[in-house]
């Protein structure tokens, strides 16, 4: 198992290569529809995707619930689909959520922006402002959304395995670049490590889940680590009875783990509505 995590551009080629490489390495696809589609099999309001959707949220938005619940649900549908095996992510900021993941590869796709301008006019059969605007546009918009979620510069190459122009190379090459790449990096051992470090990451996703969304036990910055037969509890509360709760809780999910609480408890602490 492996996954391919592909950034781009507006005009990038980003979806036409991420399409070619999941055909060439018989990977599953999972864009933006399919992850839309998980998400609102949740029970969760398509709005709320479209809201934040690789977008940096307006000033009231920031500072809603819903802000919170579309990263737990986006990181929930991400998790669910690459436990389903190998899969090739476009957007979205999947290299931010699996970072850290051996057998993990991420790609980021640029081009010059005169022929991003040329493709843009094609797409949305546009003048040269129009073009310009819808460009800037989504530039912004992804540089917001992954500083405002992720906490990373999205045009940074550093954040990326490597960085390829796709100015004037069909995406059929590029896929076929990717795969050799994947060839040379992913070996045996490396999805083995993988598929470990995936279970894990999905476990403490489904701790949270359980013990925040359906528990309801109110634990602020929690967060869960996995690591071997153990299972990490942080974040903050104001009473022991709330820390129990949560061990609790955890325990249904990790029936056959070690759940040992690093939560801390201050007397005084009051949650933000």
């Known amino acids: 198992m492996a996954i391919i995590t592909i950034s781009r551009q507006l005009a990038g080629l980003g ?3 991420a399409q070619e490489l999941a055909k060439i390495l018989n990977y599953r696809f999972v864009d933006k529809h399919s992850l839309e589609e998980k998400i609102k099999s949740y029970g969760v309001a398509g709005a709320m995707f479209d809201k934040y959707d690789e977008r940096k949220p307006g000033f009231f938005a920031s500072l809603s619930q819903d802000r919170d619940d579309y990263l737990h649900y986006l990181k929930t549908a991400m998790l669910c689909e690459a436990g389903k095996g190998s899969s090739v992510f476009i957007g979205r900021g999947a290299n931010s959520i699996f970072r850290g993941v051996p057998g993990v590869l991420s790609i980021y796709l640029v081009a010059p922006y005169e022929i991003r301008m040329e493709r843009v006019k094609s797409y949305f059969r546009c003048d040269d402002k129009r073009a310009r605007q819808i460009i800037n546009q989504s530039d912004n918009d992804r540089i917001g959304f992954h500083r405002y979620f992720f906490d990373m510069d999205w045009r940074d190459p550093s954040n990326y395995h490597i960085t390829l122009n796709t100015g004037n ?9 990717i795969k050799y790449l994947r060839d040379s990096l992913v070996t045996a051992e490396i999805e083995a490590q993988h598929e470990k470090r995936l279970r894990e990451l999905i476990l403490g996703h489904q701790v949270v889940h359980r013990i925040f969304y359906e528990k309801g036990i109110p634990i602020h910055f929690l ?9 990490e509890l942080f974040g903050v509360v104001n009473s022991h009875a709330l820390v129990e ?29």
Do not use: C, L, W
């Open 15 to 17: 979806d036409e290569t």
């Open 169 to 177: 190379v069909h995406p059929g090459t590029v896929a076929q670049g």
């Open 223 to 231: 967060e869960v680590s996995v690591s071997g037969s153990t299972v």
């Open 245 to 273: 709760a949560a061990v609790n809780s955890a325990k249904e999910v990790a029936e056959n783990f070690t759940v040992r609480s690093e939560i801390q408890v201050v007397h005084e602490y009051s949650m933000m509505p």
